[in-house]
């Protein structure tokens, strides 16, 4: 049969998730249905990532790139990384083994937050002053921000709470009205009908 051969060579083509909704609109003309996996199925799966395991140079090279964060003065950067590397390998237990002992040492925000918060408050049209910055850094510290992206997201928070940068809200209908008016301090307000013009 002619039929039976070319469903089994576009079964092949699409997998076998894909050949179920093809069959349903090649044969039913209805709306198709999609696989789903049964939970059987997704546990398999997802036993099946837990066993992976990385190369032996690879977690080289993936210690040796903490390392590098590290000399850079953004230990937090670093331990990003390696939670990332512990998600993406879960059973192996180096990655973990150093993430645990950097999280018993310090961190110094100062090189990598200054920078950070440098270009933050520049986009924005700020400035800070040193006194400032300590306390921020401070602040972000005991709140247990250890990386310079943490501490830049701290910073917009704190910006966006002060009304001193728009928030994602604001940036939206800005798109279609325009910036939002700001008052002579600084703060931008949800006026938008200022710049329409008569």
Not at 110 to 138: C, H, K, P, R, V
């Amino acid at each position: 049969m002619v039929l039976p051969a070319i469903l089994g060579g576009l079964a092949t083509g699409v997998g076998s998730a894909g050949a179920g909704a093809l069959f349903g609109k090649l044969l039913g003309g209805g709306e198709a249905t999609e696989f789903q996996p049964s939970p059987l199925m997704e546990a398999l799966g997802g036993h099946g990532l837990a066993t992976v395991k990385p190369t032996r140079a690879k977690k080289r090279a993936d210690i040796g790139q903490f390392r590098q964060y590290v000399r850079s003065g953004d230990r937090g950067a670093g331990e990003d990384f390696l939670r990332m590397m512990m998600e993406a390998y879960p059973q192996e237990k180096r990655y973990a083994q150093a993430y645990t002992k950097s999280l018993k040492k310090p961190v110094d925000l100062t090189q990598s937050g200054w920078d950070t918060a440098d270009q933050i408050y520049s986009n924005a049209g700020l400035t800070f002053t040193g006194d400032e910055f300590q306390s921020m850094a401070e602040r972000a510290q005991k709140q247990g921000i250890r990386g310079s992206a943490a501490f830049g997201d701290f910073l917009k928070q704190n910006l966006m709470a002060q009304g001193k940068v728009m928030t994602p809200a604001q940036e939206s209908l800005s798109l279609i009205f325009g910036a939002p008016r700001r008052t002579e301090e600084g703060y931008y307000t949800n006026d938008y009908m200022w710049n329409r013009g008569g």
